[in-house]
């Protein structure tokens, strides 16, 4: 049974400081892996999609790893900023099609 | 192309009523998932649906909830009876093609029994 695992549960940063967000799961068979963001009471917001023939993807300041040998993800923020301040949320996509999530980090980032 | 829909954002119900969900996926997506968010809970998988058909109903309760995907209109999530701890906020996403893998969610409807 695949199991994603997301550490930290929570952070917080100073404005401008690099973080590096962590995300494993326990079953390399996976497809893809998707990172998302969620603001309180709100929805999901797609950051960055890695298919599992990847090995990162980059967006702006976001730039998400992928070792599926090891099963491990890492989000890497660079230059963070108050309006970073979120739930960070890493899924894995099983054979299916569906995702399995982890239980999130939530960043702060002090202005 | 608009996005996932879906409504209503927001649903008050007291214990025993029916609370029915609905989302309409993007534009030429036939594929609906519907996750569940307890609170201070993760996202959790309930259903999996085409076009007329539940592909994967593993992460549905086996009592009070169904979901369709009808060939008209929107997916409905719907819930009879409900009880306090179906209290969540129930998010849908939508994709394409399996083999693209990719799903876009919805804003979800946050669920409030009373």
């Known amino acids: 049974k695949q199991e994603v695992t997301q550490i930290p549960a929570a952070l917080s940063v100073p404005e401008g400081e690099n973080l590096v967000l962590n995300c494993s799961f326990t079953d390399s068979a996976i497809y893809n892996l998707q990172w998302f963001r969620q603001d309180p009471g709100k929805g999901l917001t797609s950051l960055l999609l890695i298919q599992s023939s990847q090995r990162e993807q980059t967006s702006g300041r976001l730039n998400a790893s992928l070792d599926k040998s090891s099963g491990r993800s890492t989000l890497y923020i660079a230059a963070s900023q108050p309006g970073d301040s979120a739930t960070y949320l890493c899924?894995?996509?099983?054979?299916?099609?569906?995702?399995?999530f982890g239980q999130g980090t939530e960043l702060s980032v002090k202005p | 192309n608009a996005g996932v829909m879906q409504n209503p954002r927001h649903l008050v119900r007291r214990r025993g009523q029916e609370a029915r969900l609905r989302c309409s996926p993007m534009?030429?997506?036939?594929?609906v998932y519907w996750y569940r968010q307890l609170p201070e809970e993760g996202l959790k998988f309930m259903v999996y649906?085409?076009?007329?058909?539940?592909?994967?109903e593993s992460g549905m309760p086996k009592e009070r909830f169904s979901a369709e995907f009808p060939k008209e209109g929107p997916s409905i999530l719907r819930i009879q009876q409900v009880v306090r701890g179906d209290s969540a906020a129930y998010f849908c996403?939508?994709?394409?093609?399996?083999?693209?893998?990719?799903?876009?969610f919805g804003p979800g409807t946050r669920l409030t029994v009373l």
């Open positions: 899924a894995v996509y099983n054979q299916g099609g569906k995702l399995i």
């Open positions: 996403a939508s994709s394409p093609d399996l083999s693209l893998n990719e799903q876009f």
């Open positions: 649906l085409q076009k007329e058909n539940i592909i994967d």
């Open positions: 534009k030429g997506h036939s594929h």
